[in-house]
């Protein structure tokens, strides 16, 4: 079994501030970690992902996040947010046992303002 | 490449009709997905594939069927439309994490039903 929990449904920051998304999951298996972006009325894109080899993956457009297994988190972060980074954020796990079948948290609305 | 397609983007249909969103791919992926996205509520996933002839419900399947007759294809119907389907619904596929791979989904661009 796997969930993912992000645990703020809002964030708002400061043009030039850092960001902070936060999220937690759970995994009976090795994970593989996920974030993705979506635009207002586009698709998803892919930020970054972990996979089981270096635990800090960077990412497009500045964002990075760290695996922490003693914490089971997934945080993503960025130094300083611009105003193209508001956007839905959403954290996804997948594992290697069973089916493969990814799961989503409810999504992270980051809102910059200038 | 062109990735994941879906058609239509945009549809409104009457409670009762039925209607069907296309999805293919072009990047040989085994896994197919459909998921439908409502407001502060994630993605939730309707039915899946792992291969052609293959398929299984997912989170929120009453309501749709699907099939998979190739590996490109991975049609979604709707055969009697409720107000509860309006919804943006998304296609994405992947290669899953066997040998060696990263399990990254392709995104098709959406969906936007409503339901009348």
């Known amino acids: 079994a796997q969930s993912v929990t992000q645990l703020d449904s809002h964030v708002s920051v400061s043009e030039g501030t850092p960001v902070l998304l936060r999220c937690n999951y759970s995994?009976?298996?090795?994970?593989?970690l996920f974030w993705y972006v979506q635009h207002p009325n586009k698709g998803l894109q892919l930020l970054l992902k972990?996979?089981?080899?270096?635990?800090l993956v960077k990412g497009i457009n500045g964002f990075e996040a760290e695996f922490k297994k003693s914490e089971t988190s997934f945080h993503l972060t960025k130094p300083s947010a611009h105003m193209s980074d508001a956007a839905e954020y959403f954290c996804?796990?997948?594992?290697?046992?069973?089916?493969?079948?990814?799961?989503f948290g409810r999504g992270t609305s980051l809102i910059v303002h200038p | 490449n062109a990735g994941v397609t879906q058609t239509p983007k945009f549809r409104i249909l009457k409670i009762g009709q039925s209607m069907t969103l296309q999805c293919t791919q072009d990047?040989?992926?085994?896994?197919m997905y459909w998921y439908r996205q409502d407001p502060g509520m994630g993605l939730k996933l309707i039915y899946y594939?792992?291969?052609?002839?293959?398929?299984d419900k997912g989170e929120v399947p009453n309501g749709y069927n699907v099939s998979r007759s190739t590996t490109e294809d991975f049609p979604l119907r709707l055969e009697l439309a409720a107000p509860s389907q309006t919804s943006v619904y998304f296609c994405?596929?992947?290669?899953?994490?066997?040998?060696?791979?990263?399990?990254?989904?392709?995104f098709g661009e959406g969906s936007r039903l409503t339901v009348l």
């Open positions: 994405a596929s992947s290669l899953g994490l066997a040998g060696g791979q990263t399990g990254e989904l392709f």
């Open positions: 995994s009976s298996y090795s994970p593989s």
């Open positions: 972990y996979t089981s080899a270096a635990t």
């Open positions: 996804v796990v997948t594992s290697s046992g069973g089916s493969y079948i990814p799961t």
């Open positions: 990047m040989n992926h085994n896994y």
């Open positions: 594939s792992v291969g052609a002839g293959i398929t």
